[in-house]
């Protein structure tokens, strides 16, 4: 058994970094030293470990298994090092630096991301946030080993052992290019059956939450297209006559800037409620609750501007 008292932890942080950023140079940099001093802490876990922990693959640094491995359990444990640091105190994003993993789905990142960057500016010079799209399987493992501080998701079967705060909801609407010539004055249900769809999905096949609700009343649509991406989506319907069903607050915000017009649901749909989550051993982790704080304010902002919301 290794005697901890002979250990220096700092290269537990360094061997963290390492895995993180994916090499010693991104690693210097991270933590401010030079590269020297990372090569040799390397060197000195390389005999702690008794085992190379990273090949050389031409210019990449490839970890061995023992490393990827340890990626989880030394990511709890200096998470279980910072906590106990914490108790008592407090966190201060204007002095402290510190980098935290979120995970979110493209949508959310439009919504969350440019005022999370502006107060990030001006209140945690210090603080790194790397957003992520985290598979929802993993999520509570993730949660809980600490790959991820935070997540914003939809409604998920989580264990109580994720604690999670109801942060919004959202109603669906239709997108369609200005001056469409079947869309007309209003979109009826009859209408919007005639028309052809796109649809956002990473799957390859099955439904979107619009289908299911037209299943209810024995309807169905026509999807023409499915893709990745509400960006690329607008684009689609900006220069066909194809036509999209999202949520009602990323479609606003990204038919600012597009020759879209957004059309009420013409039947009733369930709203699509976001989480926040966390686990609960970060429940009073004083880091950790600045970040739900910045993820709450980040997401109070009006669903849509009066200029593009649906008549």
């Known amino acids: 058994m290794i005697n901890l008292s002979r250990i220096d932890l700092n290269l537990l942080v360094v061997l963290d970094t390492i895995i993180a950023e994916g090499g010693v140079g991104h690693a210097a940099r991270k933590l401010n030293l030079t590269q020297p001093t990372i090569s040799h802490a390397l060197a000195r876990l390389r005999d702690l470990f008794g085992d190379p922990l990273f090949v050389r693959r031409g210019r990449t640094l490839v970890p061995t298994a023992l ?146 609700a037209l299943g209810q009343l024995g309807k169905h649509r026509r999807v023409r297209l499915r893709c990745r991406s509400y960006a690329a989506a607008f684009r689609v319907v900006e220069q066909s006559d194809l036509v999209l069903t999202m949520p009602e607050r990323h479609a606003g915000l990204l038919s600012t800037a597009t020759k879209t017009r957004l059309h009420p649901m013409p039947i009733a749909m369930p709203t699509l409620d976001v989480y926040l989550y966390w686990h609960e051993t970060m429940d009073a982790d004083p880091a950790n609750l600045w970040l739900r704080g910045e993820m709450l304010l980040a997401l109070r902002r009006k669903l849509l501007s009066s200029a593009n919301r649906p008549k």
Do not use: C, W
Not at 140 to 158: H, S
């Open 67 to 212: 490393t990827r491995s340890l990626g989880g359990p030394l990511r709890t444990a200096l998470n279980t090092v910072s906590g106990v640091l914490a108790v008592g105190g407090r966190f201060d994003p204007r002095q402290t630096a510190a980098t935290f993993t979120v995970a979110m789905r493209d949508p959310m990142e439009l919504v969350v991301l440019p005022k999370l960057a502006r107060r990030l500016e001006s209140t945690a010079p210090h603080v790194e946030v790397r957003s992520i799209q985290a598979r929802r399987r993993n999520l509570e493992e993730a949660l809980a080993d600490g790959t991820l501080d935070v997540a914003i998701d939809v409604p998920l079967p989580l264990s109580d052992r994720v604690r999670r705060q109801k942060v919004g909801s959202d109603g669906f609407v239709v997108v369609a290019r200005r001056g469409h010539p079947a869309v007309g004055k209003r979109l009826t249900l009859a209408r919007y059956l005639d028309l052809q769809h796109v649809m956002v999905t990473s799957r390859r096949q099955g439904p979107a939450p619009e289908d299911l």
